[in-house]
């Protein structure tokens, strides 16, 4: 900590006591009353002249300490964190504050923008002019500390690389000279060697720099992965672990960096029921893009194939779904059943052996089933050829003609065929060229058609397909043209030249190739037919994008223009995208993997240490010099006649009264003087301690993301402590609630009458259950507590939350309420315009709202953002009301709102 003076020039005075001791010391002494009767003049003869009297040491330096306490405080003096001093080398001069705000920002968001609010804060008691730049802003302004501190409460980090290069610009553009422009550039840490060396070259010529980077140990990782295993690289030895999440399921794996170690591979196998099923993989405790892994959303169900399992077989290499079951058990979730029995329900993909057509019966669940969203894969051969009715089969997705065709053969013209490579624009273009020794010797061949091209994902050398599929509304019909059951070529076969001889009926041993089962693990993650974005040109449509801390979240307007694929790596963040019908996604682990940090190219830095705000230390010597001059004032009254006496000691308790809340405020007054929100203390201290947790974090949350600056949060006691000083009142029910006194309910409905606000979370337990015209009913557990503290309450009917209320859109435009659990259910009290102008002063949930609210929870991060929104729109909500209903917001509303709506 370091003491700097707002007001230099105000200590000057100080020179002056040691003049004024001196003054004090020489002082004559007070006039005395001495009787003089005209004789005595005559005859008395002159006496000594009285001793000079002095005041007691203890009284001089009382007073020079009451002079030296003023003096002090007008030159305004301020405690300020080591970090911040650099920053402190002259305070006229103007100063920019440059932010990073790539990818390996949001690692450190919190100790960088509380770095860049401080540095304001403190230029703003300097009255220096501040310039707040965002790396990849080409224009600054130098401004004051408010307009610098409310651009900074907007930033937020981006999930691409950062551009620092147009940060210069912006900096030239303030026209300052070198040596008079302080510059503190807040970095994340890491860049390229040319953009570092380059940046950190350029900005010393511009002006004073000092440079701030997070710890080696805060430093971000990044992660790459294969089928079997996640790699993982940083900059410094530790410890990783991988989380992956399907619903309210989560699994883990972890692994250590060896001694030195700057990656390390974290096998998958442990979270293979969740990889199968998940689009999204994320490091615990890493909050940013190059921590998450993306593949495309594997369905979310289970794939049925209609036949019999081939583990059970005597013979199972001679089983139809043999290979079927080797290329998808490791990454799928298999059921086996009879064509006739085929459980539809739950299901993602439906696979059908070569067989005959199914029973109307079923084929008409089917088509319902695939209109739906379903996956239908079927293999034709000779019984599904011979099974064909003489109308258009609707699960086909080409019209077959009769037969099948023969090729290689001795009564043939035609050689046997090998696979083409697919066209661009077929889905399948990703697998890349198929393997020359995958031969055909007999196909199911598709009706000429005009269409036929469209609907061919993979065709045979001559053009004729040998993969077909074609949309069904929602779903997909896809058809491979020969049995999934390989036929073997004759041993004897040597010479090239001569065509091949089929043996034992065989079609083709495409399903024994690599690629066969790269195309079955494709099938997974076919989108929606539905969707108007899903095209066969090889475009890339964003669907899902990556923020700058790692959540998915849905693509914006400007993101959902579509750019050729060859563009879209340079030009689209992060993110899954759909093309030809499928999601692709596109992760930035590999795009960063040339990043070094700072300490490697040796430019020296400060760690964003975690320091506390200045302290102003000017109220605390005022008060203490009113103090000193206070206790003089009793000193001088102290000789005093009696009758003087009373009435100056009440002069004097009644400055010191109103002087006392400088030092030390009763909670009440404290309450008052600074905004905060409060929880009622249950009495369980673990619940209370979570309550406690979680409002700080949210608290915290507000202040990085709103104007608002609560102040920590306050446990209250309802039957002893003021309710009225804080808007937000969080009360989690416990089982054991026992009913309110009267007069903690009469407290309760004065607070909620005053505009206060009780949420009232039960932890878990379904507000479901509870009836939305009252409480009378009965209710389990923490419901009974709820019911019967609601129902002392005298509340309006409840309801449960509208989809156009002022709670939605008071700060997020919000849908769902996620805390530590996801139950949708939300009640208020129904809008009632004459009281409170409407604002509901209760809200009620189950979703554990302070455990997820806690910056340590252990929830997944797309899950704490949603709850953390909800908290900030609720406070928002308790604090203005029903603001945002002005009409000032409604286009801004309704243009997001339309955006939400074609999402």
């Known amino acids: 900590m370091t003491l700097s003076f707002l007001t230099p020039l105000a200590l000057l005075p100080l020179l002056a006591l040691p003049l004024l001791w001196w003054i004090i010391r020489r002082r004559p002494p007070l006039p005395r009353a001495i009787p003089f ?19 007691p040491w203890w009284l001089l330096l009382l007073r020079l300490g009451l002079l030296a306490g003023l003096i002090l405080a007008l030159a305004h003096p301020v405690l300020m964190p080591d970090e911040a001093t650099p920053m402190q080398k002259d305070a ?13 920002a949001a690692q450190n968001w919190e100790p960088m923008m509380k770095a860049a609010r401080l540095m304001i804060e403190e230029a703003g008691r300097m009255n220096r002019p501040v310039a707040l730049i965002p790396t990849g802003e080409t224009v600054a302004n130098l401004s004051a500390a408010p307009s610098a501190l409310a651009a900074l409460a907007s930033l937020a980090p981006h999930p691409w690389p950062v551009a620092r290069a147009p940060s210069l610009d912006a900096l030239r553009r303030l026209n300052q000279p070198a040596d008079k422009l302080n510059i503190a550039w807040l970095s994340d840490g890491l860049g390229t060697k040319d953009d570092l060396e380059n940046f950190t070259k350029e900005l010393g010529k511009l002006g004073a720099l000092t440079i701030f980077s997070p710890a080696a140990d805060d430093l971000p990782f990044r992660v790459e992965t294969d089928e079997n295993s996640l790699r ?36 998958l196998e442990p979270l293979a029921p969740v990889w199968r099923t998940t689009a999204r993989l994320a490091l615990e405790g890493q909050r940013h893009a190059a921590a998450v892994w993306l593949r495309s959303p594997r369905a979310q169900g289970k794939i049925v194939i209609a036949g019999q399992n081939p583990t059970t077989s005597d013979q199972p290499l001679l089983t139809d779904t043999y290979y079927l079951h080797k290329a998808l058990a490791p990454h799928a979730d298999i059921v086996f059943a009879s064509l006739t029995e085929l459980p539809l329900k739950g299901a993602s993909i439906v696979i059908l052996p070569d067989g005959p057509p199914p029973p109307p019966d079923a084929e008409k669940a089917l088509e319902t089933w695939v209109k739906q969203g379903g996956v239908l894969l079927r293999f034709a051969g000779p019984q599904l050829l011979g099974g064909l009715a003489p109308e258009s089969d609707a699960l086909l997705p080409v019209r077959l003609l009769p037969g099948d ?75 491979v043209h020969v049995p999934s059951m390989p036929g073997l070529v004759s ?25 066969f089962e790269n195309f079955l693990r494709l099938l997974p993650e076919l989108g929606s037919a539905g969707d108007t974005a899903i095209s066969m040109e090889g475009t890339l449509i964003p669907f899902k994008l990556l923020d700058g801390f790692g959540t998915l979240v849905p693509a914006d307007d400007k993101a959902k223009k579509a750019v050729r694929s060859e563009d879209a790596k340079a030009l689209l963040p992060p993110g899954l995208y759909r093309s030809g019908g499928f999601i692709v996604p596109r992760n930035l682990g590999p795009e960063v993997k040339n990043h070094l940090p700072l300490s490697a190219l040796g430019i020296a830095s400060q760690p964003y240490a975690d320091s506390a705000a200045a302290l102003d230390l000017q109220p605390w010597l005022l008060g203490l010099a009113l103090s000193m001059l206070l206790l003089d004032w009793s ?107 009267s007069e903690a309910l009469s407290k309760l409905r004065g607070y909620m009458r005053g505009g206060g606000m009780l949420l009232l979370d039960t932890k878990g337990e379904t507000a479901g259950t509870l009836p939305l015209s009252g409480v009378k009913g009965a209710a389990p557990d923490a419901l009974t507590a709820l019911a019967t503290v609601v129902g002392g309450l005298e509340l309006g009917s409840l309801a449960s939350l509208p989809e156009n209320h002022t709670m939605r859109r008071s700060f997020y435009l919000l849908k769902t309420f ?4 996801t139950h949708p259910l939300l009640l208020v009290e129904r809008e009632n315009p004459r009281q409170n102008d409407g604002v509901s002063p209760v809200v009620i949930g189950s979703n554990d709202w302070a455990y997820a609210w806690a910056k340590d929870a252990n929830v997944p991060h797309s899950q704490q953002e949603e709850a953390w929104r909800f908290g900030v729109n609720l406070v928002m909500y308790a604090l203005t009301g029903n603001y945002k209903t002005d009409q000032i917001h409604l286009d801004t509303i309704l243009r997001r709102l339309g955006r939400d709506e074609e999402r």
């Open 405 to 479: 065709r023969h090729l290689g053969g001795n009564l043939t013209w035609e050689n046997a065929q090998h696979l083409k490579a697919p066209s661009s624009a077929s889905p399948l273009a990703r697998l890349g060229t198929p393997p020359e020794d995958v031969t055909v010797l007999t196909q199911a061949l598709a009706a000429p058609d005009t269409d036929l091209q469209k609907h061919t994902w993979l065709a045979l050398a001559d053009g004729t397909p040998i993969i077909s599929a074609a949309p069904l509304e929602r779903g997909w019909r896809i058809l």
């Open 818 to 821: 996620s805390g530590r659990h």
């Open 635 to 741: 000193l001088l009254l102290l000789p005093l006649s009696w009758r003087f006496r009373k009435p100056a000691t009440a002069v004097i308790l009644l400055a010191a009264l109103l002087h006392a809340p400088a030092f030390a405020a009763p909670k009440d007054e404290d309450a008052a003087a600074k905004t905060r929100l409060a929880y009622i203390i249950t009495g369980d201290a673990d619940v209370d301690t979570a309550s406690e947790r979680g409002l700080t974090g949210l608290s915290e949350i507000l202040t990085l993301r709103t104007s608002f600056r609560p102040a920590p949060p306050a446990g209250v006691r309802l039957e002893s402590d003021a309710l009225a000083f804080y808007p937000l009142l969080y009360w989690p029910m416990l089982p054991g609630q026992q009913p309110l006194s």
């Open 491 to 515: 041993a004897d076969q040597e010479s090239a030249a001569e065509a091949p001889v089929a043996t034992n009926g065989a079609w083709s041993n495409f399903p024994l190739s690599g690629y």
């Open 232 to 267: 993982v690289s940083r900059f410094v030895p530790g410890k990783a672990t991988v989380v992956g999440t399907r619903g309210d399921t989560g699994l883990t794996a972890s692994a250590a960096f060896g001694t030195g170690g700057r990656s390390v591979n974290i096998p």
């Open 37 to 55: 009767p005209a004789m005595r003049f005559l005859t008395q003869q002159p006496g000594t002249p009285p001793p000079n009297r002095r005041p």
């Open 92 to 104: 006229k001069q103007p100063l920019a504050v440059i932010v990073d705000t790539g990818w390996a």
